[in-house]
């Protein structure tokens, strides 16, 4: 693990931030691009920790980067061709920026994440333990924690402020917040994209339990899908071969800093705590067998 290279805050000389979120730093390039930075940050109840996976922000590009490409039939993707040495002129900064940055074409961003569930864990789980609903969606009695569902869920949620939580919402909540015509397209292309990632990450050992897709409109008004794409930041991955309904199982993804933290006495607001760096480790080993299975 080369610490040397990790990645905290960003602080471009030659663009201006004009965002910086939980783990994604976000430069104006021109009035049509964006400069999307994947730093080693790791948050958690949307609490940004004071460390560092380092080599985390590649990982999640590299794999951001593949789905993209695979998914791009189904629908377009905010990539550009805009290359790093086209819009940053510091050779130490590309340097830095290989690897974990992105040049994308800006969009306007519908005011909604897309999730999709294929399993019942997290806050679905604790949705239905309390009404037997998962975002106003009634299922059947008796369903086990991590049971696979008879129907995949799209169950959407509002785009949060810095430090406040997503809050899931029904179907005609969404509907409210960005029109029924593009609800109903998130909702199909979102199915779409997590049923055909769903088999082909089976088929290599990870059961995709649930994710979520960010949308935005370009400038002919078409939907385009941003941000990330099934990371182990945005979806939930789990071993297949250790996956048993009414267990809550082992994950590649960040579930595992999670774990830990609710082994401590901590109440979930900023200041967050140092990670260990066993705990360190074993995130970054996670990461990276995601990433190596799904390009296998």
């Known amino acids: ?40 940050r790791i948050s958690a109840y949307d609490v940004i920790l004071p460390g560092v996976i380092p080599g985390k922000g590649k990982l999640l590009t590299e794999l951001a980067l593949f789905w993209f490409k695979q998914m791009e039939k189904i629908v377009p993707n905010h990539l ?14 590309r340097r830095m920026l290989s690897g974990r940055s992105m ?28 009404t037997g609903e998962v975002c106003g969606i009634r299922l059947p009695a008796g369903l086990a924690i991590a049971g696979k569902l008879d129907s ?17 919402i029904s179907f005609e909540q969404a509907v409210e917040i960005v029109g029924r015509e593009h609800a109903e ?23 995709i339990a649930d994710t ?3 949308f935005g409109i370009d400038s002919d008004g078409t939907l385009t899908l941003m941000d990330e794409i099934l990371t182990p930041d945005s979806s939930r991955f789990w071993p297949a071969d250790e996956w048993q309904p009414g267990q809550n199982p082992s994950s590649y993804d960040k579930q595992f800093v999670r ?23 074993e995130t970054l080993e996670r990461y990276r067998k995601a990433v190596s299975l799904l390009k296998s």
């Not at 663009?15 to 400069?35: F, M, T």
């Open 185 to 207: 397209q998130v909702k199909q292309i979102s199915c779409e994209i997590y049923r055909r990632a769903h088999s082909f990450a089976r088929q290599r050992n990870i059961i």
């Open 152 to 168: 995949d869920l799209f169950t959407p949620a509002t785009k949060a402020a810095l430090g406040d939580h997503d809050e899931n």
């Open 1 to 40: 693990m080369n610490t040397a290279d990790a990645v905290h805050t960003t602080n471009l000389t030659t663009l201006p931030l004009i965002y910086s979120g939980k783990v994604r730093d976000i430069y104006a390039v021109d009035d049509e691009h964006l400069l999307i930075v994947a730093t080693d």
């Open 259 to 281: 774990d830990y933290l609710e082994t401590l006495d901590w109440n979930k607001a900023p200041p967050g705590p140092e990670l260990p760096q066993k705990v360190v480790e």
């Open 103 to 130: 040049l994308v074409r800006k969009l306007k961003p519908l005011a909604i994440e897309a999730v999709v569930r294929g399993y019942l864990i997290g806050s679905g789980w604790r949705d239905y333990e309390k």
């Open 212 to 214: 979520k897709f960010e």
């Open 80 to 93: 550009s061709e805009l290359q790093l040495e086209d819009v940053v002129d510091a050779e130490d900064e």
